[in-house]
Antibody, heavy 120, light 103 residues
């Protein structure tokens, strides 16, 4: 079955760019929506944004235009960039696939294990 | 915006528990419930307010429409002690509730 694996630097300096990759195995990026979500230490979940396989995106306005999500079909990867970062961006970052193909309304059915990023 | 209650809940094995999620505006049935255990990613339990995700035990049920939703666990099992989140996908941002820790 499809599996997701997040990767990227575990430490980023303030004002720099956080870059993460979500590698998809056991399935294709095609036909699905893909989201990034983060969870600050001891806090709840924050939806960052999603991307459709066509490249159409939607972002959380709370991130004030600092975020960009892209897809690389040839590598079967989804990428997240967040800049500039502050200590408030310290969190575990998850990528997830929406449950039903071609729909973003039905919850997140497959999740990666998450990757911890500290801004310091 | 989603408001979950309670923020924490103490219960025992075999108990029936209910968690509530209230949306600040109508979201039809675009509401999902997740279970999260420490150090793990959330797991989808319920989508479309009341549809049980494949492989999830039938003791979990969801209900609601519009602004008021509930997740009920009919008979708590030891593995159910975790944190539960609701999420709306009616409109972006696809916000989450603040979570309910079941102890």
């Amino acid at each position: 079955q499809v599996q997701l694996q997040e990767s990227g630097p575990g430490l980023v300096k303030p004002s720099e760019t956080l870059s993460l990759t979500c590698s998809v195995s056991g399935g294709s990026i095609e036909f699905y929506y893909w989201s990034w979500i983060r969870q600050s230490p001891g806090k709840g979940l924050e939806w960052i944004g999603y991307i459709q396989d066509t490249g159409r995106t939607s972002y959380n306005p709370s991130l004030k235009g600092r975020v960009s999500i892209s897809v690389d079909m040839s590598k079967n990867q989804i990428s997240l960039k967040l800049a500039p970062v502050t200590a408030a961006d310290t969190a575990v970052y998850f990528c997830a696939r929406h449950l039903i193909a071609a729909r973003h309304q039905d919850g997140l059915g497959v999740w990666g294990q998450g990757t911890t990023v500290a801004v310091s | 915006q989603l408001t979950q209650s309670p923020s924490s809940l103490s219960a025992s094995v075999g108990d029936r528990v209910t968690i509530t999620c209230r949306a600040s505006q109508g979201i039809s049935s675009f509401l999902s419930w997740y279970q999260q255990k420490p150090g793990k990613a959330p797991k989808l339990l319920i989508y479309a307010a009341s549809t049980l995700q494949s492989g999830v035990p039938s003791r979990f049920t969801g209900s609601g429409f519009g602004t008021d939703f509930t997740l009920t666990i009919s008979s708590l099992q030891p593995e159910d002690f975790a944190t539960y989140f609701c999420q709306q996908s009616h409109s972006t941002p696809h916000s989450f509730g603040q979570g309910t820790k079941l102890e």
